[in-house]
């Protein structure tokens, strides 16, 4: 069974390998220092601080192994690619919502790399998808779980 491809915009590929550099560099040494010291506290089974930094080497070492995994499938876009004049990966749009009279900007990434708390939507989710391809002006109607969001396109960049 092939694995499904991550896509990745060059930022988002160098933040994961920057990521991964200092779990494997920084964290796993102050990790693996905090079980030293817990260890010459005596006792392991009701010490607290062990039982924690053997939980925090756990959740590096689970990180490690999703960042290699998603770098491995990595598919890098080309943010420069395809039409100028349409949205895509990598776009980042300025859109009205029509019904609130209220503008958001969000930049369209793969779904490793969203963070709708700060405006980075996944192309897979339904916002992405539907301004996917679209022109400035365009009048979109997006069906999400909160029902139906009528967007108008004001500007974008790539």
Known sequence: MTEKKVV?????????????????????KDVAEKIKEARGQGDLSENAEYDAAK?????????IVQLEKMLRNAEVIDEEEGAKDTIS??????VLDVEFDEEMEYTIVGSAEADPMNGRISNES?????????????????????????????????
Not at 14 to 19: D, I, L, S, V
Not at 55 to 63: D, L, N, S, T
Not at 89 to 94: A, I, Q, R, S, Y
């Open 89 to 94: 990966l990598g776009t980042t749009v300025t």
């Open 126 to 158: 339904p916002v992405g998808m539907a301004l996917l391809g679209h022109k400035k002006d365009d009048i979109i109607m997006i069906e999400t779980p909160d029902g139906e969001v009528e967007f108008k396109v004001l500007r974008f960049t790539k």
């Open 55 to 63: 939980e925090e080497q756990a959740e590096i070492e689970a990180r």
């Open 8 to 28: 990745l915009t060059y930022d988002g590929l160098k933040n994961m390998e920057a990521e991964l550099e200092n779990l494997k560099t920084v964290r796993r």
